[in-house]
């Protein structure tokens, strides 16, 4: 399939590095590892950004979402569908979106309009109300959905109803190393001569990792040699929350069990090749976790893969992958469990040895390479079923509403009623009036229209001939001296006024706004944010609040495309001021108006 698929473009959305979580690091070794098994197609992302402007992303993210802005998620999905991407595929987690639930997400993938395969990092077993509408609708919009663990795929299916053939089993990927004994990379980390126990992963209270300080003790009554690495930096939620209590709590603990000299701490979230130098040193691998409902650990897919021994609390993920002996399982929150099942396995080197070679070989099928593959037979799939459900979609929706079938656009009229000037402004029945001429106000509305007739498919050329008729007038009429459009031009080419109404300024603005968001001609964008720019000034000075309305809606347009024009959000929060004083200041019970 790799030769012959269809996928030409994916799209990923998730987090992504240089940001410091487990969904960013998943999102980019996925997306490298798609990239370098299929060569021939497009990897992009689509970054969910936390903090704005503070993560320097590579070429590959080629847009991001502002995680509290909703109105980021529609740009995303306008970006991807004008991108001609085949395929997406989101990375969920309910902690990394915006809005109740993390729905947000959800008003991005209503609007795409290619095959969406979603990847479940987290499936509750008791979710809340406003979880499982957006679990639930999440799963609607999908195409596939990719789970890690069976248990996940039997979740789905019970909790949530999710039809059983739109599941995908694939494991969390690894990277591909090894097997090597523990000894080669100690010397790097100052340990060699010792054991070194390993726990990785950004911090927080869920971890666990006090347990095991606790536990140490008794290890180190019979293994003096014993070392602990706890590595990787708080994480960026806990530490927005509550500092570095966490840490500093595990700190004080090992220094109350005399642990000085046997726990290590590394307060960083490491690089990939760093990492494996980590797990590579470690003789045994230990997660605490205290919650049970985490059906994917990165973290312990990496370690088993990698051929570690592993002790672990039993939460889903961990009781899955370690069952039949394939690592130690311990209660939760026990700190005795946990130093028995350590010394039992230090005392037994051949158990030790074949739990790390049975690891070793069931993780080969976890390699990138390999995860690679299984999604895109996910994404070709979902590409063929996309096209199939967009078929009978279509069939369903014509005969749906034949009855109320709309007739059939027609633009003869508009055509009569615009020259090489512009659009006439007053008709005899269907006869344009010459005499009653052209004016800004019906020009900026027709240039309204041209660009929504270009967004409906109607002719492109037609349809751009007709807005650049109307679009050259509006330029026309706008007196770079006195900074205000003219208005009404006799038939003969010849301005009637000074200068047009304020209402008809506002009004050519709207449309102006309209041209720099949702023209799809570079050339008019450019034309009419210059345009916007010049005339946008004036209208501060106006004291209509018709003129501030028509303003608004038109600044409204600009931002969809240009939100971080600061003086226009200015120009814009001002004037919404202003008309909710007139409000205030003129509405009554009977009369709710600002005049």
């Given amino acids: 399939m790799k030769e012959h698929s269809k996928v030409r473009k994916i799209a990923f959305v998730g987090d992504y590095l240089p940001r410091k979580c487990g969904i960013a690091t998943f999102t980019s070794d996925l997306l490298t590892s798609v990239a370098a098994a299929h060569p021939q197609s497009q990897c992009l992302t689509v970054a969910v950004t936390d903090i704005k402007g503070i993560y320097e992303y590579p070429e590959v993210v080629r847009f991001e979402i502002e995680e509290q802005d909703l109105l980021s998620y529609l740009r995303a999905a306008d970006f991807l569908n004008i991108s001609n991407v085949d395929i997406v595929c989101l990375q969920h987690e309910f902690g990394i979106f915006g809005g ?5 997400i959800l008003a991005l993938l209503r609007e795409l309009r290619m095959p969406i395969v979603t990847t479940l990092h987290t499936v509750l077993r008791e979710p809340k109300i406003e979880q499982r509408r957006v679990m639930q609708e999440l799963i609607s919009l999908s195409t596939r959905l990719v789970v890690m663990v069976e248990r996940g795929r039997q979740m789905l299916q019970e909790i949530y109803q999710a039809p059983p053939s739109k599941i995908d089993l694939i494991p969390h990927g690894i990277p591909d190393v090894g097997f090597v004994d523990p000894t080669y990379f100690k010397d ?9 126990l390993l726990t990785f992963g950004l911090l927080s209270p869920n971890k666990g990792i006090e347990y095991v300080l606790n536990a ?18 708080t994480h960026p939620n ?3 929350e509550h500092g570095e209590a966490y840490r500093l709590s595990l700190e004080i603990l090992a220094k109350k069990n005399k642990l000085e000299k046997n726990v290590i701490f590394y307060n960083q979230f490491v690089e990939l090749e760093n990492l494996k130098e980590f797990i590579g040193a470690a003789d045994l691998y230990i997660t605490p976790y ?69 690891a070793y070989r069931l993780g080969r099928e976890m390699i990138w390479s390999n995860v690679a593959q299984m999604y895109m037979r996910s994404f070709e799939l979902s590409r063929v079923e996309g096209a199939e459900q967009a078929r009978k979609s279509l069939v369903t929706k014509v005969l749906d509403q034949k009855p109320r079938e709309l007739p059939e656009l027609k633009l003869s009229h508009l055509l009569r009623m615009t020259d090489s000037t512009g659009i006439f402004q007053h008709a005899i029945f269907s006869v344009p009036n010459f005499s009653e001429g052209y004016c800004t106000d019906d020009n900026a509305r027709a240039f309204i229209l041209g660009v929504l ?21 509006l330029y026309h009429a706008f007196d770079f001296n006195t900074k205000r459009f003219h208005n009404h031009m006799s038939f003969d080419r010849h301005w009637l006024d ?11 603005l709207w449309a102006l706004g309209v041209g720099v968001s949702g023209s799809p001609y570079r050339s008019f964008q450019i034309m009419a944010g210059q345009l916007f720019a010049s005339a946008l000034p004036m209208l501060t000075e106006f004291t209509s609040p018709r003129a501030w309305a028509f303003g608004l809606i038109g600044m409204n347009e600009y931002l969809r495309h240009l939100h971080g024009d600061g003086l226009v959000t200015q120009t814009r929060d001002t004037l919404a001021v202003r008309l909710m004083e007139l409000f205030e200041k003129n509405a009554r019970q009977e009369w709710r108006w600002f005049e």
Wanted: glycine share 10%; with cysteine.
């Fill in 238 to 240: 806990e530490l927005l």
């Fill in 290 to 358: 205290l919650n049970e409902a985490q059906i994917t650990s990165g973290t312990l897919a990496y370690t088993f893969g990698s051929g570690k021994a592993v002790v672990s609390t039993p939460y889903w993920h961990a009781r899955e992958l370690l069952a039949g002996d394939q690592g130690v399982l311990v209660p939760f929150a026990d700190a005795g469990a946990i130093a028995d099942a350590v010394i039992a396995l230090l005392r037994d080197d051949i158990r030790h040895l074949a739990m790390r070679k049975n």
């Fill in 498 to 508: 000074e200068q047009g109404s304020e209402d008809c300024h506002a009004r050519a």
């Fill in 188 to 196: 790097q980390f100052g340990v060699e001569g010792k054991v070194v």
């Fill in 100 to 104: 109740p639930a993390g729905g947000h």
């Fill in 453 to 473: 007739l270009n967004e409906l498919g109607e002719d492109p050329e037609q349809v751009r001939t007709l807005a650049t008729t109307y679009a050259a007038f």
């Fill in 216 to 233: 140490l003790p008794e290890i180190l009554a019979e293994f003096s040699d014993v070392v602990y690495i706890v590595l990787g930096a």
